[in-house]
């Protein structure tokens, strides 16, 4: 939710410019998912009024298709730092101590790489689909690499929230949501 409560780092002080600077990304690109949603929400209304009224907006499908796309991989970051993600806990939640810390740095890790792919893989879907002028087969003809620069964006801002995490993890001055069951 945007607006919604980002657990600060501990060292996060007030005047801290590089926290503030993440924390203002990660809310921005939640904000912006909100906008995305209502977007949605406009293209669907449009459709149905559209119906109704017995005219026809062509491309609303693929535009309420593409805000939808845009808001879910711009939330990602927030929802990541705002200890929303689902965390399957079996294993580590019942480890405490330097075993928990080092499963936690190795899990963090192994999300820093995807996460790091994922933005990477996405970047090059857009440059690819600039470079091969590909379009959508709606009736509305755009250029899928305008769309698809929101999900780069989503992964890119999901990989700087993840590496954050991670840094913050190694540093030990990562902060635990209240739902984490950590044992120490």
Known sequence: MPGGRIIPAPEALPG???????????????WLAALFMIGVLAMVLL???SRVAGFHVPGT???AGYAMAGAGFLALAHTLKSGEHIRVTLVIGRLSGRARRAL?????GVAA?????????AWRLVWQSHQFNDVSMSSDATPLWIPQLLMGTGCTVLFIA??????LEMLGR???????????
Not at 21 to 28: A, M, P, R, V
Not at 162 to 167: A, F, L, T
Not at 174 to 184: K, P, S, V, Y
């Open 16 to 30: 801290s410019g590089m926290r503030k600077f993440l924390d203002t990304l990660y809310i921005g690109a939640a």
């Open 47 to 49: 459709s149905i009024v």
């Open 61 to 63: 499908d693929a535009y």
């Open 104 to 108: 936690e740095i190795w899990a963090l």
């Open 113 to 121: 790489l995807l996460s790091g792919l994922l933005a990477f893989y």
């Open 162 to 167: 993840v590496m954050d995490e991670w840094i």
């Open 174 to 184: 990562r902060r635990h949501t209240a739902g984490d069951t950590r044992h120490e």
